[in-house]
């Protein structure tokens, strides 16, 4: 995946799902497209403390105030990281050298829920204003965007990925 528009939208909802199920923010994804602008970070950057309460009254997506805070904090710290790096895809996959990391899990058990290069990311993207982008959030956005391939050896999706390269 390399639209930025989707890499933000991934981000965004990884951080939402943060001490939840993923099951529940995929229930709510449209609510989240719909109550966000289609994760137009422009639009989101400007959202004011009135678009707050709105946010908290929207039975479509996770009412918690520190999340909605964080999506707009994180839309400027985007627009910001764009800026300086030409685009938040080039930023995102320098960390596995422009190609996507393909691992060789035997089992679901060894797949870890964060690596090395997950820290990286979640300590640079801290650095830069990013807020709930830990390690395990940007793995599993890792994972979700095809910078990893963490499918099982077993499973038909490894190879589909393996020959299928570029994602």
């Avoid at 964080?70 to 960390?95: E, M, P, V």
Wanted: aromatic fraction near 10%; glycine fraction near 4%.
């Amino acid at each position: 995946m390399h639209s930025d528009r989707k890499l933000f939208e991934f981000l965004l909802l990884e951080s939402a799902q943060a001490g939840l199920s993923w099951s529940i923010i995929l229930r709510k994804r449209e609510g989240y497209r719909r109550a966000f602008d289609n994760f137009d970070a422009n639009k989101i950057a400007n959202y004011d403390q009135r678009r707050i309460e709105l946010l908290l009254g929207n039975p479509a997506i996770i009412r918690n105030r520190l999340k909605i805070q964080s999506t707009i904090r994180n839309a400027r710290a985007f627009l910001t990281l764009q800026h300086d790096c030409g685009s938040f895809d080039a930023y995102l996959w320098n960390f596995v050298g422009r190609k996507t990391k393909h691992n060789h899990w035997q089992s679901s058990i060894d797949i870890p829920s964060k690596t090395k290069i997950s820290d990286m990311l979640s300590k640079d993207l801290k650095e830069k204003g990013f807020i709930f982008v830990g390690s395990t959030i940007c793995y599993s956005m890792m994972q979700a965007v095809g910078l990893v391939n963490d499918h099982t050896v077993h499973c038909f999706r490894h190879k589909d990925l393996l020959n299928n390269y570029p994602p």
